[in-house]
């Protein structure tokens, strides 16, 4: 995550008020408004990981000093090492961060609930998924439902979306 040459990092639409088209879009705006904490270092993720990023709830800091993180070193108690970064806090831990991810001002959140909920978008049922060659089933394990703009997963043995 975020470790894409620069000139794949530059994106026309990372641009203050462009919603982000994918996660990674996503983390490099978080970024660019120094609001994403990278830690490089060993974090285990069973005992520091989520302590670590409650402290900002938990510690009294106010809202806009809020930070999503990113943990790219994640290890467990038995030393075992896991090669996929974590996210925590990054669609909303904080107005700004969730700002960012709907692509409005803070202060215009509650209007854009409002107006989704009174004009809602229909599903759209998808019979079958052809299969990109460059997309690894390990890149997308389980097939995905759009929710608010954001991906959702859903159990890998149901395969309906």
Known sequence: MLD???NAKKSHRA????VPLDFQEHLRLLDAQGLLTRIDRAIDKDR?????????FQGGLAEEQRRAFLFTNVVDGA????DIPVAVGALGASPAIYAIGMGKQVEDIGTAWTQGIANPI???IVQS???RPE??????PAPVRLSVGRCVRVAPVCWRV
């Open 4 to 6: 894409a040459p620069d």
């Open 15 to 18: 641009t203050a008020g462009a």
């Open 48 to 56: 520091e990981l989520h302590p670590l990023v409650r402290w900002q």
């Open 79 to 82: 030393g075992r090492r896991y």
């Open 122 to 124: 229909p599903p759209v």
């Open 129 to 131: 998924v052809r299969a």
């Open 135 to 140: 997309l690894s089933r390990q890149l997308m």
